[in-house]
């Protein structure tokens, strides 16, 4: 895991992460899918909790002032109870496939594959602004609890309610930085019992700090000043590939593309 490959893919994973707290929070579905191509997917969940929590911490001096009171007050007692049975059937789900694949190693690909297809079909684009309802808040909040605890994936049930709300862009920014990050502090406690985050993945993560907060800094400072639908444009197809990828990983126990790029190759 301390190989060179891995440092080269882990430092880009912190820069990510930052850069999602700084205010472009799609790039940060592809944190975990992106990692899992280096370690398996629960290591690479235990060793971004610290990262993200360290650039939570940074985003909310950001965005301090810019959220959603009414979307939070939904939304964050909906996502604590998505990671209490995340907590809870992980230990179901943490098997093989009988292609020798890992069910969690599909499960991350699958959640970026579904994503990917939501942003790439521009749902929830179109229309009036709506109002932040209750029911289906809990619904879509105790699901992004779900897939953050698996893979700190939870903007895309996140996106599926809040984007039609049609909130101002620094508003959308800072409700997401606050929400996600009271998730990744409750998720720190089941992580240790878990074995997730111990000690050895704590001293990783500190190499992956400064990145990370320099993501953020990058993040602040570039919020508006690019164009937002080609940059996700780019992160979508990105998360798309990288999503068959893991879940061809889960299917077939090793890894597709790889698998390609020998065979064309002769090697």
């Keep these: 895991m301390q190989g060179w490959e891995f440092w080269c893919v882990a430092v880009l994973v912190a820069w990510i992460v930052g850069f999602s707290k700084?205010?472009?929070?799609?790039?940060?579905?592809?944190?975990?899918?992106?990692?899992?191509?280096?370690?398996?997917?629960?290591t690479a969940a235990g060793l971004l909790l610290p990262v993200y929590l360290i650039s939570d911490g940074f985003g909310l001096w950001a965005y301090r002032?810019?959220?959603?009171?009414?979307?939070?007050?939904?939304?964050?007692?909906?996502?604590?109870?998505?990671?209490?049975?995340?907590?809870?059937?992980?230990?179901?789900?943490?098997?093989n496939l009988p292609g020798g694949g890992s069910i969690i190693t599909g499960l991350v690909g699958g959640i970026g594959i579904m994503f990917a297809i939501y942003?790439?079909?521009?749902r929830g684009s179109t229309g009036p602004a709506r109002e932040p309802k209750l029911f289906s808040g809990l619904f879509w909040g105790s699901l992004a609890g779900f897939t953050s605890y698996i893979s700190h994936a939870g903007a895309p049930p996140y996106q599926t309610y809040v984007q039609p709300l049609r909130l101002d862009r620094l508003s959308y920014a800072g409700t997401t930085t606050i929400l996600?990050?009271?998730?990744?502090?409750?998720?720190l406690g089941p992580y240790w019992m878990t074995g997730q985050v111990s000690l050895g993945s704590l001293e990783?993560?500190?190499?992956?700090?400064?990145?990370a907060i320099v993501g953020v800094y990058v993040g602040k400072k570039t919020v508006g000043?690019?164009?937002?639908?080609t940059f996700y444009k780019v992160i979508t197809w990105a998360l798309l590939i990288i999503g068959f990828e893991l879940l061809g990983k889960a299917i077939f126990?090793?890894?597709p593309i790889l698998a390609f790029l020998q065979a064309a190759f002769g090697q």
């Excluded at 942003?119 to 521009?122: C, H, P, Q, R």
């Excluded at 000043?225 to 639908?229: C, N, Q």
């Design 204 to 211: 990783t993560a500190v190499y992956l700090m400064v990145p």
């Design 119 to 122: 942003m790439l079909t521009g």
């Design 22 to 42: 700084g205010g472009w929070s799609a790039i940060g579905n592809l944190s975990v899918p992106l990692l899992s191509l280096a370690v398996d997917p629960l």
């Design 253 to 255: 126990g090793f890894d």
């Design 180 to 187: 996600f990050a009271t998730l990744n502090l409750a998720k």
């Design 65 to 95: 002032h810019s959220y959603d009171q009414r979307v939070l007050k939904i939304m964050i007692p909906a996502g604590l109870l998505g990671i209490g049975l995340g907590w809870t059937f992980i230990p179901w789900i943490n098997a």
């Design 225 to 229: 000043m690019v164009s937002e639908a």
